[in-house]
C-alpha cells in the first residue's frame, strides 16, 4: 500500500475525510470507501508506471492527491481547482513513464566527506614572493 489514512490525513482534517467517505451518514470514516478511492488512484498510476516497493514522497503526495479527487468524484463535489490538480499529476505521471523522474526512493548515499581538508576552498602552501627586479 503506497499511502495510509494518516497521509490523507496530513492534506485534509479528519472532518472532510469522514465527510467525503461516510455515505451512509454514520458519523464516521468509512474505510472501505476510502480504500476504494485508494484502490481506484493506484490503478490509475498503474495506467502509467510500475509501483514501486519504496515510492518518492512526489509519487506518495500524487497517491494522496488523487485519492482525495476520487473521493470528492464519487461526492459530485469536483471543482475546477481539482480538475487543474488532476491534470498535474498526470503531468507528474507521464514525466515517471519516460524516466524523467524517478518512482522510487533510494536510501543508499554514495557520498564521503574528507574531515582533514573540511574547507571550502584550498589554500595552497604559502609560496615566497619573489622580490627580484623591484625596487
Not at 484502490?39 to 519504496?54: K, M
Not at 518518492?56 to 490538480?85: A, F, G, H, Q
Amino acid at each position: 500500500m503506497i499511502i495510509t489514512n494518516e497521509d490523507l490525513l496530513k492534506e485534509i482534517s479528519q472532518q472532510q475525510l469522514q465527510e467525503l467517505s461516510d455515505i451512509n451518514a454514520s458519523g464516521e470514516i468509512n474505510q472501505s470507501v476510502v480504500d476504494d478511492a485508494r484502490e481506484d488512484a493506484i490503478s490509475f498510476i498503474e495506467s502509467f508506471i510500475v509501483v514501486p516497493s519504496n515510492p518518492t514522497p512526489l509519487l506518495k503526495k500524487i497517491s494522496v492527491d488523487l485519492t482525495i479527487y476520487e473521493l470528492k468524484r464519487k461526492n459530485e463535489l469536483l471543482s475546477d481547482e481539482d480538475r487543474e490538480l488532476k491534470k498535474e499529476c498526470e503531468a507528474y505521471l507521464l514525466k515517471m513513464s519516460n524516466s524523467r523522474l524517478k518512482t522510487e526512493a533510494t536510501s543508499t548515499s554514495t557520498a564521503s566527506v574528507v574531515l582533514e581538508n573540511n574547507f571550502a576552498f584550498r589554500h595552497r602552501v604559502a609560496r615566497r614572493v619573489r622580490k627580484e627586479g623591484f625596487r
